[in-house]
């Protein structure tokens, strides 16, 4: 953990009170640059891969990363039981050594497991939370203000908000996210919403101190470009040094120049994405000697036309100097039955 929260004004929400104000209190944690997302090593079975957590921590750290998410949709938190979780969390701080924040996921489907389990994250050291909105009820703007609100107030940990309307169903107005902003409910947002209309809207509405985060590995150019600090990417688990420097030229102005590096990645993306999340990532991390073992069900495994497609492409990427590790042939693991006879 890289300190204690200081001590700050209760939020004193009430069921009637939800629009009282706040002053905004400026947070010491500095969300900036590149914080990946990355999967949950699992043994075949079903636990977690404590070791595997923290030689994957610190590869990414090592290679240029300035935070990590653990238990993300990446790291699959609605499949893990409530203990992997906490010891997944446990196992990343102890990797970070406080040399950079943890942010844990908390993908919670309602208030009160979401405090239950920012509370168990606080206990395992975590730095903050990520927390997205409720995705099986049917939200309201004020509805989930006061949600927020409880959360950050019952926690007690600095709270980023996961905006991610095509899990949630919901789109969290730019008002609501500004007015969380300007009460310290949360000190930043993963923009993981495609509608760079939208970000824009929040960019001018939230204060300076706010740490907007990108949260699509597509849009990152034009993200940072628009006033993101950094991201939450799920590519740059492989490749976070990369990542970094297409940020030096989007936030420098050179936006072609960063542009034309993200393209260069393209293949990867779009290879990471072209089924279900996280599994690619997973097989693309076995390539490089970090194999975090397959997805949990329902999640099935990497169809082996994938499997031959990643593999040119690290490949390329290696020898290209952008991955610091040789890939080689896929991992059984994460591979379907077919694909690993």
């Given amino acids: 953990m890289l300190g204690a929260t200081p001590a700050r004004r209760p939020l004193g929400l009430s069921s009637s009170s939800a629009c009282t104000e706040f002053p905004h209190v400026a947070h010491p944690l500095s969300l900036k640059g590149i914080i990946p997302a990355f999967p949950t090593p699992i043994r075949p079975d079903h636990s977690v891969d404590i070791e595997g957590v923290r030689r994957l921590v610190r590869y990414m750290i090592d290679n240029g990363a300035s935070g990590v998410v653990p238990l993300g949709g990446t790291g699959e938190f609605t499949a893990l039981s409530a203990k992997a979780r906490i010891e997944t969390v446990g196992a990343s701080v102890a990797a970070a050594a406080g040399k950079v924040p943890v942010v844990a996921g908390v993908l919670s489907p309602g208030l009160g497991d979401a405090v239950d389990t920012g509370k168990s994250f606080k206990e395992a050291g975590a730095d903050a939370l990520m927390l997205i909105v409720p995705f099986y009820t049917r939200n309201s703007q004020e509805g989930v203000l006061r949600y927020f609100a409880e959360v950050r107030e019952a ?187």
């Fill in 155 to 341: 926690v007690d940990l600095p709270i980023v908000l996961y905006d991610n309307p095509a899990r949630t169903h919901f789109v969290i107005a730019p008002e609501t996210i500004a007015t969380m902003a300007k009460r310290d409910i949360i000190i930043g947002m993963k923009a993981s919403n495609t509608d760079l209309y939208h970000f824009d809207h929040v960019m001018q509405k939230v204060p300076a101190t706010f740490q907007m985060l990108s949260g699509q590995d597509t849009l990152f150019t034009q993200q940072v470009s628009m006033g993101a600090r950094g991201g939450i990417l799920t590519s740059a688990v492989l490749v976070p040094s990369f990542w970094n420097e297409v940020q030096v030229h989007a936030k420098g102005g050179r936006f072609d120049d960063a542009l034309a590096l993200q393209r260069r990645l393209c293949p990867l993306m779009d290879a990471l994405f072209s089924e279900e999340n996280p599994g690619p990532t997973r097989l693309a991390l076995g390539m490089i000697g970090l194999d975090p073992g397959g997805s949990l069900p329902p999640l099935g495994a990497v169809s082996e036309g994938l499997g031959t497609r990643l593999l040119g492409i690290l490949r390329e990427l290696h020898s290209a100097g952008t991955l610091p590790v040789k890939p080689v042939a896929s991992s059984p693991a994460t591979l379907s039955p077919a694909a690993a006879s």
